[in-house]
């Protein structure tokens, strides 16, 4: 072969824990024609940005051996792509860096004026989260193109999630002004989203799902928002609740009640999702009346008789204001952290 066909790098090995490249001309070789059996047999395998990049693409092997090599990579900094990995398109590097088992993340000013941008009534909603921080589980938990389900859509961030990771979202919500500012927020998956109670929706509309990730009420927590909170927002024309209906989880004033249609709920979720398909629920333990409800932990159990437990992550909102509660007479925590319980369908 030519050697001017093989001056660019296209192989790479680990080397004194630094990733550098091959220079045997044999392995080379070898090389070369792996990679093209990779884009011959494996092609709809790769993540979108090898498959796009293809020319840059070199094979990667720890020991330095191209026959046992079965992983790609574009730049070393980025790490590699195995093509063992059957959950995900990210690289080992990405890979690591999510398992971490806590996270900071507070919201972008970036994402709430994308969100705004579309529609400003999007700010009506009390509690919305940020599309960047789903996206990291989504690319996490799924492939490109595999589908992706929120039975608490809200104003439709998981589904934008899903729209920048090139993923399939499909939801449920029951307040009419937040599935409108969702179906002007994600308009391409304006047939895969249903303004309902998901206790009184169809769950024949669903195909099989590969991930289900969202955030219920925490009780009636924004029922008992603090007055400050809800002086602002109801002087700004602002809902400070999800709404009045019945139907509303966040409207259910009992505990056992609320634990036990949540949990109908999750394990009617967990019927859809494919075998070993993962479920993501974000909750946190509430307070109420001076006691600590640990509704995190007790979804968690009830859930674990039908669903693996398979592990958690902690996100940390370390900007919110803090309030001084129990000063100068008690101990009260202000509770800046949420509980991202990881579900696995046996």
Request: glycine share 4%; hydrophobic share 40%.
């Amino acid at each position: 072969m030519d050697d001017k066909k093989i001056q660019k790098i296209v192989f790479y090995q680990k080397s004194k824990k630094k990733i550098v490249p091959v220079t045997d001309r044999e392995q080379i070789l070898t090389a070369i024609e792996k990679l093209k059996y990779i884009a011959e047999n494996h092609w709809l395998d790769l993540p979108k940005s090898f498959r796009e990049n293809w020319n840059h693409v070199a094979l990667y092997n720890p020991s330095g051996d191209a026959s046992k090599a079965s992983a790609v990579l574009i730049e070393p900094d980025d790490g590699a792509f195995s093509l063992s990995n059957n959950l995900n398109h990210l690289t080992g590097k990405e890979w690591i860096k999510f398992s971490c088992s806590w996270f900071i993340f507070n919201a972008l000013p970036s994402d709430i004026a994308e969100e705004r941008a579309v529609d400003p009534a999007a700010e009506n909603h009390p509690a919305a989260f940020s599309p960047t921080m789903i996206s990291g589980f989504v690319r996490f938990f799924t492939k490109e193109g595999e589908t992706v389900f929120d039975p608490f859509m809200g104003i439709g961030t998981t589904l934008a999630a899903c729209d920048r990771t090139q993923r399939i979202g499909f939801g449920v919500e029951l307040n009419p002004a937040f599935f409108s500012t969702a179906l002007k927020r994600v308009p391409m998956f304006q047939e895969n989203m249903w303004n309902t109670s998901i206790e009184s929706f169809d769950w024949n509309c669903l195909p099989t799902l590969d991930f289900s990730i969202s955030s219920p009420p925490y009780w009636d927590v924004l029922n008992r928002s603090t007055k400050d909170f809800r002086k602002t927002r109801e002087k700004r024309a602002l809902q400070s609740t999800y709404s009045n209906e019945v139907e509303d989880l966040g409207n259910i004033d009992d505990y056992t009640n609320f634990i036990s249609r949540l949990t109908d709920i999750y394990l009617r979720v967990g019927e859809k999702i494919k075998h070993k398909g993962f479920l993501v629920i974000i909750v946190k333990n509430v307070k109420k009346d001076g006691k600590l409800y640990p509704l995190a932990w007790d979804l968690a159990k009830a859930l674990s008789s039908s669903l693996d437990l398979k592990d958690e992550r902690i996100w940390i909102q370390d900007k919110a204001a803090l309030a001084p509660y129990g000063y100068p007479h008690s101990w009260v925590s202000n509770i800046l952290h949420h509980y991202c319980l990881i579900f696995q369908k046996p």
